[in-house]
């Protein structure tokens, strides 16, 4: 485990859920369909975690400085509602579970003018040793960063879409469709 | 429509790592993998005619409901891939099925991709039953892959395992 981290950390934000992240749905994330394509809520939410993990002090410098890198095991959306090109977008993060080298978040993307839910993103994220591009613990650091904000998470109550199994029993429509 | 391919699983969708696709890490980023595997959801979307055409000639689209995507190996730039599919259920609006990432000659399991898919009317941008001849087609390709096993990625709960 690194003992440190040889840069300044942010100051830690311990909101929760965490409301750092905003963005914009992009002309080339805009599919034949004339919405935001499903593979660019994916790399819209990893933004989010990036968001999450500079929190943590794990941003850019920890993968230039040749120090470590942080890779997604697991992802999985659900698609509640459209968005289109030049959308703003908001995003919220809730830490659902940490341990010694993975975190489980869970991420809302929200429209940010019109407020509605488009899509939520619960994700399994790992930190990865930069030269044996293997597994390893967090940088001690880190680790205390994650037991603050987990203070802060750990009584949230659960997201509904949280801990979801695909299958066809249960009716599933998005919000905006008819039912 | 094209010839209808009733292997099992559904094995033509073939690909290629691109150099935009690549991130600070060195290997293909995550949101480029459900990039790579939503193009061989339009392979098998023509399969039963509801692919480009579909929505080029204004009759519908089709809409993921919910996916849910296993990172098991890393793919560098250029690496070749294969992509099979499992269709694992439909009903009279939906598909469920699952996409297998390979790495092109090495043969490694790169990712996976399970799925719901649901067919929309152009007009009301709402879902729809897939039209009599998607479905005849989905029916027989549901036929041929039904007696493979379920991917032991399929139905996956996200979590972290308690030691």
Same mark, same amino acid.
């Given at each position: 485990?690194?003992?440190?981290?040889?840069?300044?950390?942010?100051?830690?934000?311990?909101?929760?859920?965490?409301?750092?992240?905003?963005?914009?749905?992009?002309?080339?994330?805009?599919?034949?369909?004339?919405?935001?394509?499903?593979?660019?809520?994916?790399?819209?939410?990893?933004?989010?975690?990036?968001?999450?993990?500079?929190?943590?002090?794990?941003?850019?410098?920890?993968? &230039?400085?040749?120090?470590?890198?942080?890779?997604?095991? =697991?992802?999985?959306?659900?698609? &509640?509602? =459209?968005?289109?090109?030049?959308?703003?977008?908001?995003?919220?993060?809730?830490?659902?579970?940490?341990?010694?080298?993975?975190?489980? #978040?869970?991420? =809302?993307?929200?429209?940010?003018?019109? &407020?509605?839910?488009?899509?939520?993103?619960?994700?399994?994220?790992?930190?990865?040793?930069?030269?044996?591009?293997?597994?390893?613990?967090?940088?001690?650091?880190?680790?205390?960063?994650?037991?603050?904000?987990?203070?802060?998470?750990?009584?949230?109550?659960?997201?509904?879409?949280?801990?979801?199994?695909?299958? #066809?029993?249960?009716?599933?429509?998005?919000?905006?469709?008819?039912? | 429509?094209?010839?209808?391919?009733?292997?099992?699983?559904?094995?033509?969708?073939?690909?290629?790592?691109?150099?935009?696709?690549?991130?600070?890490?060195?290997?293909?980023?995550?949101?480029? /993998?459900?990039?790579?595997?939503?193009?061989?959801?339009?392979?098998?979307?023509?399969?039963?005619?509801?692919?480009?055409?579909?929505?080029? @000639?204004?009759?519908?689209?089709?809409?993921?409901?919910?996916?849910?995507?296993? /990172?098991?190996?890393?793919?560098?730039?250029?690496?070749?891939?294969?992509?099979?599919?499992?269709?694992?259920?439909?009903?009279?609006?939906?598909?469920?099925?699952?996409?297998?990432?390979?790495?092109?000659?090495?043969? /490694?399991?790169?990712?996976?991709?399970?799925?719901?898919?649901?067919?929309?009317? /152009?007009?009301?941008?709402?879902?729809?039953?897939?039209?009599?001849? @998607?479905?005849?087609?989905?029916?027989?390709?549901?036929?041929?892959?039904?007696?493979?096993?379920?991917?032991?990625?399929?139905?996956?709960?996200?979590?972290?395992?308690?030691?």
């Amino acid at each position: 485990m690194l003992d440190s981290l040889p840069y300044e950390l942010p100051e830690l934000v311990t909101r929760a859920p965490l409301d750092v992240h905003r963005s914009t749905v992009l002309p080339e994330w805009v599919d034949w369909n004339g919405h935001m394509n499903v593979a660019f809520y994916v790399a819209a939410f990893d933004q989010a975690s990036g968001a999450f993990m500079r929190n943590m002090g794990l941003g850019r410098r920890y993968v &230039d400085g040749k120090l470590g890198m942080t890779f997604v095991l =697991e992802t999985h959306v659900t698609y &509640d509602r =459209e968005v289109r090109g030049g959308a703003p977008l908001r995003f919220t993060t809730q830490l659902l579970a940490r341990d010694a080298k993975k975190v489980h #978040l869970f991420h =809302e993307m929200f429209h940010d003018e019109q &407020d509605y839910l488009a899509a939520t993103n619960e994700v399994i994220v790992m930190n990865i040793d930069y030269a044996t591009r293997r597994s390893a613990p967090w940088p001690a650091p880190v680790a205390e960063r994650l037991e603050a904000l987990w203070s802060a998470h750990k009584d949230l109550p659960r997201p509904l879409k949280a801990g979801r199994v695909m299958r #066809l029993a249960k009716r599933q429509e998005p919000s905006s469709a008819a039912v | 429509m094209i010839e209808l391919d009733l292997s099992a699983p559904f094995d033509q969708h073939r690909a290629t790592v691109l150099p935009e696709w690549i991130d600070w890490n060195g290997h293909m980023n995550v949101g480029f /993998y459900v990039v790579a595997f939503d193009k061989a959801t339009d392979t098998l979307c023509a399969q039963f005619g509801c692919s480009w055409d579909y929505t080029k @000639a204004e009759i519908g689209m089709t809409f993921v409901l919910e996916a849910h995507v296993t /990172y098991d190996r890393e793919v560098k730039e250029g690496d070749p891939l294969r992509i099979t599919t499992q269709i694992l259920d439909h009903d009279a609006k939906r598909l469920h099925f699952m996409h297998c990432m390979y790495h092109g000659t090495e043969g /490694y399991l790169a990712a996976t991709n399970e799925l719901m898919l649901m067919n929309i009317d /152009y007009e009301s941008r709402r879902s729809a039953p897939w039209p009599e001849w @998607a479905m005849d087609r989905i029916e027989r390709l549901a036929a041929a892959h039904k007696r493979l096993p379920v991917p032991r990625q399929a139905g996956r709960l996200i979590g972290i395992r308690r030691k």
